[in-house]
């Protein structure tokens, strides 16, 4: 492969899977914003209905925002680099020792990986509904292995607490064999 080739081969890298991305997602941002603003503008009367549908729809743009601006931030350090790499001069780069060099390519990893650990924390804190079920799920694992009843549950989740319990016993009779 010749140098024109490489370069040409990072920079559609860079754009296939970071310029792109970002313009479909802050386009599609855009229009779902601008289709959550005419819908809030239909509520002429501020009863309780039509508050908790306001506040739903600003939860959801305030989320799908949170994850869009995240990813553009913890993705666009390791495309720099990359970028940097391929069409910085070669004396240029030769002037960085071995650890700096890893050291960068770490930090720009470390941003990459930042973004996908984030995500669940931004629905976490982003949404009651995902928080109810999360609260449920660690409530139905803390039961199952500690074996204390705290609360009453709905059928629901006792239905659900049930079946993780049974596959939960089931596994640490099959391990203990």
Same mark, same amino acid.
């Given at each position: ?8 081969? $990072?920079? =559609? ?8 991305? =970002? ?5 599609? *941002?855009?229009?779902? !914003? @601008? ?16 508050? %908790?549908?306001?506040? +739903?729809?600003?939860?959801?743009? *305030?989320?799908? =925002?949170?994850?869009?601006?995240? !990813?553009?931030? @913890? ?11 391929? !069409? ?8 960085? #020792?071995? *650890? ?7 930090? $720009? ?9 984030? *995500? ?10 995902? +928080?109810? /079920? !999360? ?10 292995? @500690?074996? /204390? ?9 006792? #239905?659900?607490?049930? &079946? %993780?319990?049974?596959?939960?016993? &089931? +596994? ?6």
């Amino acid at each position: 492969m010749t140098v024109d080739w490489k370069r040409m081969y $990072s920079l =559609a890298l860079s754009v296939a899977f970071y310029a792109l991305p =970002a313009l479909v997602l802050i386009t599609l *941002n855009i229009c779902i !914003f @601008c289709l959550l603003r005419h819908s809030r503008q239909k509520f002429s009367t501020v009863d309780q209905k039509s508050m %908790t549908i306001i506040r +739903r729809h600003q939860q959801v743009s *305030n989320n799908i =925002a949170c994850v869009v601006l995240i !990813f553009l931030v @913890c993705h666009l350090p390791f495309r720099v680099i990359s970028l940097w790499f391929t !069409f910085a001069p070669v004396a240029a780069l030769r002037k960085l #020792s071995l *650890n700096q060099m890893l050291l960068i390519i770490y930090f $720009s990893r470390g941003f990459l990986y930042l973004n996908h650990s984030i *995500n669940p924390l931004i629905y976490n804190f982003g949404s009651n509904h995902f +928080r109810g /079920k !999360f609260r449920v799920l660690i409530w139905t694992i803390r039961q199952s292995l @500690c074996g /204390k009843t705290r609360r009453k549950m709905s059928r629901t989740s006792l #239905s659900s607490s049930y &079946i %993780t319990m049974k596959t939960l016993t &089931i +596994r640490q009779k099959s391990l203990s064999n």
